[in-house]
């Protein structure tokens, strides 16, 4: 059985993989990312390496092995679907539940995770968008397609099916302003020179900068 910590390293690994569309991540990258020491992050990766779960290299950084990428994806499908499962039985809001998963996640067994996915429908994303990997591995859901709102057109109609900046005031504001995965949306205004862009949601207009509106990913639909 992997500890905590192994279980956190592994998919923090596995995450900054998918965002950085590369297989070998930086100490700095995972220091940052788990918020420790980068000499913490060595040693840990040192015996992630020893214990055959990643391939460390000194000044380069590290790579899950087959091995240490299984594990990560049980992680996170522990992780996502305990997150959909909060939302839509005990009604917690898609800003409470990242902490309590995280919780949960490194204890809950896989036959209970694999009821708990049975019952919600074999879903394929989570409160944020996010997908959820099956219990063979596989990621759940498509969104090869969808692009950071930042990078939308004036007039454009999109859908937003993911949000990466998971953090609860974020998320909150999202929230308040209708830009829910889910939510369709109007761009109104786009200004690269101003770094800010305007979208109709419903009846009301919400403007944002370009760095938060990067971490809202979008498909167009057909107006």
Avoid at 24 to 33: E, F, K, N, R, V
Avoid at 35 to 44: D, I
Avoid at 76 to 105: C, G, I, P, Y
């Amino acid at each position: 059985m992997a500890s905590l910590t192994v279980e956190n390293y592994l998919k923090a690994i596995l995450q900054l993989a998918a965002a950085t569309n590369s297989e070998w991540i930086s100490t700095g990258q995972l220091a940052t990312s788990l918020s420790v020491a980068p000499g913490t992050v060595t040693s840990m990766l040192k015996t992630l390496s020893e214990s055959g779960l990643a391939a460390y290299k000194p000044y380069e950084g590290v790579c899950l092995t087959k091995a240490g990428r299984t594990l990560a994806l049980r992680v996170l499908r522990r992780h996502r679907l305990l997150e959909l499962f909060l939302v839509k039985t005990l009604s917690l809001t898609w800003d409470q539940v990242h902490a309590e998963a995280e919780n949960m996640e490194h204890s809950v067994s896989d036959m209970l995770i694999e009821r708990i996915d049975e019952y919600l429908g074999r879903p394929e994303t989570d409160p944020h968008g996010d997908p959820i990997p099956s219990a063979d591995g596989l990621m759940r859901g498509n969104a090869t397609a969808a692009v950071p709102l930042s990078t939308c057109q004036a007039l454009s109609k999109v859908r937003i099916v993911r949000v990466l900046n998971q953090q609860p005031d974020f998320l909150r504001y999202l929230s308040e302003t209708g830009l829910e995965p889910g939510a369709t949306a109007l761009v109104e205004l786009n200004s690269m020179e101003g770094g800010l862009i305007s979208a109709k949601v419903g009846r009301k207009t919400v403007s944002l900068g370009h760095q938060a509106a990067e971490q809202l990913l979008v498909e167009t639909v057909p107006q």
